[in-house]
């Protein structure tokens, strides 16, 4: 239905407005939309059975790709009449886990907090007979568990010229090169598949008041994430407890944490949060699947100089994690040192800072973090003021629910040094983001 010129207008205005306020046009479509359900909330479809003699058997639960923490296994029977379902069996990855005589034909079991791959099989008979049978194969969160070799996950997400997140592309749509070769796509998928997020909230000086609308802008960001994506808030030192990330797959517990979670502003203003950056990268580097570094800045103009330059010795950043965890004092960390961390960690930064007065392309003292957050495929999103925050977190989280997730495996995964990642989509109208570069870690040696 079109609309009147005059509601048109109004709507074209409001929209405008709210594009022109926030500074990133390519969300414009992402930025103004209310909450949105959570991907886990429309599932596969549902399994079904053959149809023995009118007789079969609907896997209701679970429907998810990926199974965590506590989950019902369910089936719906369908029954010809004057018949009776006499006994529901359960198997659990090859075992019989349990057994059912009557309805509800359902069973509530934890499979932890590893996202691993499991096989659930359901069997069941009537009384007269006849005989049902339904599986269900979920899927692990490490692509590297079955992989022969050292695997790259590359997430991407891609616009079109308007700036809407494009869906629906296939591997062939894309190419990804390596140091300028064509690498061979081993792994693809079009959902959202599981993610590691660690929130950092940091302020500093007068932006401590923004602190509650940072902490409504992480909350409005993980609101439509599925159920198995981890969630942590960066914990402060407590005395002898250094600064730690405690993931979960329960939002509502992560929903606590970081509205209990605080804030520091002492020291350098450079130093506090260098070291939560690394904090937050040591505790997504050993994560399986996507890893992503959510930092809320609320700060007044630039007081900090700019960056330091990176380091010129190869072995210097892991010098600096080692001093890091030890009970001795470390030397503080820096910028360009934190910034060195999350390429290691092979994190994706997503930032969103609230900075008075400034524009959406200004960077100040932040142009080395905008520079980490492009690398890494995320966006750095600089805002004047707190209000509308929370629709920048949900556009920033849009991205995360239409990202297609590709890996390949590299050539020589031994040898040293950043390698160049270089993803292209066949339409020259479509714009690719992907992280640009990494570094390969040694494969094990038996």
């Given at each position: 239905m079109i609309l009147a010129p005059r509601r048109f207008l109004i709507t074209a205005l409001a929209v405008f407005a709210t594009a022109f306020f926030l500074g990133i046009g390519s969300m414009l479509s992402g930025s103004?939309?209310?909450?949105?359900?959570?991907?886990?909330?429309?599932?596969?479809?549902?399994?079904?059975?053959?149809?023995?003699?009118?007789?079969?058997?609907?896997?209701?639960?679970?429907?998810?790709?990926?199974?965590?923490?506590?989950?019902?296994?369910?089936?719906?029977?369908?029954?010809?009449?004057?018949?009776?379902?006499?006994?529901?069996?359960?198997?659990?990855?090859?075992?019989?886990?349990?057994?059912?005589?009557?309805?509800?034909?359902?069973?509530?079991?934890?499979?932890?907090?590893?996202?691993?791959?499991?096989?659930?099989?359901?069997?069941?008979?009537?009384?007269?007979?006849?005989?049902?049978?339904?599986?269900?194969?979920?899927?692990?969160?490490?692509?590297?568990?079955?992989?022969?070799?050292?695997?790259?996950?590359?997430?991407?997400?891609?616009?079109?010229?308007?700036?809407?997140?494009?869906?629906?592309?296939?591997?062939?749509?894309?190419?990804?090169?390596?140091?300028?070769?064509?690498?061979?796509?081993?792994?693809?998928?079009?959902?959202?598949g599981p993610v590691s997020v660690a929130v950092v909230a940091r302020t500093e000086g007068k932006g401590r008041e923004?602190?509650?609308?940072?902490?409504?802008?992480?909350?409005?960001?993980?609101?439509?994430?599925?159920?198995?994506?981890?969630?942590?808030?960066?914990?402060?030192?407590?005395?002898?407890?250094?600064?730690?990330?405690?993931?979960?797959?329960?939002?509502?517990?992560?929903?606590q944490r970081l509205a209990d979670g605080g804030e520091e502003a002492a020291g350098p203003a450079e130093q506090p949060l260098a070291e939560d950056l690394v904090a937050a990268a040591l505790a997504l580097k050993s994560r399986p699947g996507v890893r992503v570094v959510l930092l809320l800045l609320a700060t007044e103009p630039p007081r900090f100089g700019p960056p330091a330059p990176p380091a010129t010795d190869p072995d210097a950043p892991r010098r600096g994690r080692e001093r890091a965890g030890r009970d001795d004092h470390p030397e503080p960390a820096t910028l360009a040192g934190a910034v060195d961390a999350l390429r290691e960690a092979r994190a994706m930064l997503q930032v969103i800072a609230v900075v008075p007065g400034a524009g959406p392309e200004d960077e100040g003292p932040y142009a080395a973090l905008r520079e980490a957050s492009e690398e890494s495929?995320?966006?750095?999103?600089i805002i004047p003021s707190p209000a509308g925050i929370e629709n920048v977190g949900r556009a920033l989280s849009d991205t995360l629910l239409h990202q297609y997730l590709l890996s390949y495996s590299p050539e020589d995964p031994d040898r040293q040094g950043r390698r160049s990642i270089d993803l292209k989509v066949r339409r020259a109208d479509f714009e690719v983001k992907a992280r640009k570069s990494y570094a390969p870690e040694p494969e094990a040696k038996p």
């Open positions: 103004a939309a209310p909450p949105r359900t959570r991907a886990s909330d429309h599932p596969r479809a549902a399994s079904r059975s053959i149809d023995d003699s009118g007789f079969s058997i609907t896997l209701a639960s679970p429907r998810v790709p990926y199974l965590t923490g506590r989950q019902t296994i369910a089936i719906e029977p369908t029954i010809p009449s004057g018949d009776v379902v006499a006994q529901v069996d359960i198997f659990l990855d090859g075992k019989l886990s349990h057994t059912m005589i009557k309805p509800p034909f359902s069973w509530e079991t934890d499979f932890g907090e590893a996202i691993t791959r499991h096989t659930i099989v359901v069997t069941a008979v009537t009384r007269a007979g006849r005989r049902a049978r339904v599986s269900f194969i979920s899927r692990s969160s490490d692509l590297t568990d079955v992989a022969a070799r050292s695997v790259v996950i590359v997430p991407a997400v891609v616009r079109d010229a308007d700036g809407r997140l494009v869906d629906g592309l296939s591997v062939s749509d894309f190419t990804l090169l390596e140091n300028g070769a064509r690498q061979r796509i081993v792994h693809f998928d079009r959902g959202p923004a602190l509650p609308a940072l902490r409504s802008a992480g909350a409005a960001f993980v609101e439509p994430l599925p159920t198995f994506h981890a969630l942590g808030v960066l914990r402060k030192p407590d005395g002898s407890v250094p600064r730690r990330v405690d993931f979960t797959y329960n939002h509502d517990l992560f929903g495929g995320g966006e750095f999103v």
